[in-house]
């Protein structure tokens, strides 16, 4: 009774009222207890846990972060792996200024296999668990990356860079997704509507049996660019470490990211900056060849490399206009002629 009365109370928005009534669920409950993965939903441990997550989620709406901070940890010591108690722990900790301790829940909310005491019932409430702790693992290692590069600890940020690109490769590729490298597995999961056999279709939702969309277009969109912006900072940072290989490597898993949504490949602004990475990596290749030559014959290869940065330089231009682009162009048209002077104007 009490939890019908709690769950009627977060409806109407009454958190105290909720509160009142989670707790006296919870109190009259049979104990926190791991039920057997095989017992139906309604044993008396699986209902308590549930019971406790409600007060905890009501205490977290209140602004009571340290109480649903303490709700959580039992339900976790019952349950480990309950990945919506690791989602709102982690958020929790978030909101508490506890990067460090939230990062480890994310990455659990994201990783464990949602099977146990605690299973999320249905795969698109499961798909919305996994993309809320993938949102926020984006931003803190991204955040990460970029104050580390702001800084010039360009080794710190390669290490956050490679943790996100990583992560985000993985949930592109998975089954849930729509995965750019397996087509063919991932049309098995596909549901599309108005398709003909000899289509491929890259836009289509993928549906649990419930009929609800476990994911869609417009989220794998996100994850595809978020991809693409991460290979190409991490591109980036590896320049800044004459590290050309490593970065020709990073953009190419970028190109390849930017065709797996047909959205993505439109992203002008996006191209852009694939375009500029490439040109940067090259000019550095005509840098170290005018510092290494000693004869004409490689004089002239290195000539011919900052060609093909000015030339880089100003695609990315042209895709999207852009003050780095130009200035990049201007400095690498005077490496490969020396002898002249270049004047940039719009009609580049």
């Excluded at 339900?75 to 722990?89: K, T």
């Excluded at 290490?159 to 089954?175: H, S, V, W």
């Amino acid at each position: 009774v009490h939890q019908a009365r709690g769950d009627l109370a977060m409806m109407r928005g009454d958190m105290p009222a909720a509160v009142l009534h989670f707790r006296r669920a919870v109190a009259n409950g049979n104990g926190l207890k791991v039920a057997d993965p095989f017992q139906p939903s309604s044993s008396p441990g699986e209902q308590q846990v549930l019971r406790r997550v409600a007060l905890a989620g009501a205490l977290g709406n209140m602004g009571d972060l340290e109480g649903e901070s303490e709700h959580l940890h039992k339900v976790l010591r019952a349950a480990p792996g309950h990945i919506h108690a690791r989602l709102s722990l982690g958020q929790n900790l978030f909101q508490r200024g506890k990067i460090d301790e939230s990062i480890p829940e994310f990455l659990m909310a994201l990783q464990l296999p949602n099977t146990g005491p605690g299973k999320v019932p249905d795969a698109h409430s499961e798909s919305l668990i996994r993309r809320q702790a993938l949102r926020k693992l984006t931003y803190m290692y991204g955040q990460r990356a970029n104050l580390s590069a702001g800084h010039g600890r360009h080794e710190d940020a390669v290490e956050q860079l490679q943790k996100l690109t990583a992560l985000l490769r993985t949930n592109l590729q998975a089954d849930a997704w729509l995965a750019c490298d397996e087509q063919e597995t991932a049309s098995e999961h596909l549901l599309t509507t108005h398709a003909s056999t000899d289509q491929q279709h890259t836009t289509a939702a993928v549906f649990g049996g419930d009929g609800r969309p476990i994911t869609d277009s417009s989220e794998t969109l996100k994850i595809v660019l978020d991809l693409v912006r991460s290979e190409a900072n991490l591109a980036a940072s590896l320049l800044e470490l004459n590290d050309v290989p490593g970065a020709r490597t990073a953009l190419s898993r970028a190109h390849k990211a930017l065709e797996c949504h047909p959205q993505a490949r439109k992203d002008s602004k996006m191209l852009s900056r694939l375009q500029y990475e490439e040109a940067k990596g090259k000019e550095r290749e005509g840098d170290v060849a005018v510092e290494a030559a000693s004869t004409d014959a490689e004089r002239a290869h290195a000539a011919t490399l900052h060609t093909e940065a000015k030339e880089l330089y100003r695609a990315s231009h042209r895709t999207f206009a852009d003050k780095a682009a130009q200035q990049g162009f201007v400095r690498v048209q005077a490496k490969a002629h020396p002898d002249m002077e270049f004047v940039i104007d719009e009609r580049m």
